[in-house]
């Protein structure tokens, strides 16, 4: 059964015609900086490209994005986790996979690596189920470059500043396992994950990103 899933998700993948990147890291590591301008910088080479993320892109996710992070009674780690997926889910159907077929190169803010680090390991619920139900909310579909940028907890709680919304006000110690999560993903799938040492000026990051898309 897994062989033949697995199959189907080759296909899935196989059919591709664009390119799909998403942006990964802990709060304020400055990745959605690095979005725009790598998305500004590859609309001038001529690519036609979509800005997205998660959660809440448009429609339903931008409810859900309301409720994940302003929701201020109690959210189990695993209605946190699903309320993430169901969000995934509709991005996937209604926004990627169509965008895909058209040829577009999609840059992603945040996608299943976000789940696997702050409902994994943030929020210490089991990888294995977290990647199994990633793969449902996809379909198989696969990012072809993922960029983690990684950046220190006080640093990145610094740039967050005081106004913290529900996801940000979880504590030093969620993330550091947070980023500890991304660095296990990144060694784990050394091929699509990349690593940036966000504590460099804009213009640094900027070229290590273009090398790295360059690259695909
Ligand atoms: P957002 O304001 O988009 O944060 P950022 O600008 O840092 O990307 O808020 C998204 C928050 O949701 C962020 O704290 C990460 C968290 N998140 C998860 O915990 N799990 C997920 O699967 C996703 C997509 C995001």
Redesign the pocket.
Known sequence: MEIYINNVYDKINNMKKGLFITFE?????G??TQIKLLDEYLKNKGYSTLLT????AVGLGVKL?EI??NYDGEVSPQA??FL??A??AQHIDCIIRPAIKEGKVILC???????????GY??ELDLDRINYLNNIATGGLKPDLTIVFDIDIETSMQR?GSQK????S?GIEFFNR?RNGYLEIAKKEPGRVKVINSFDTIENIHKKVIELVENL
């Open positions: 890291g802990a709060d304020g590591c990745k959605t993320r998660e959660p809440g994005r994940l992070l946190e986790s993430f997926l969000d995934r803010d945040r996608h299943t690596d976000s789940t696997v680090a702050y409902q943030g929020r967050v919304d529900r996801m940000e979880a947070v």
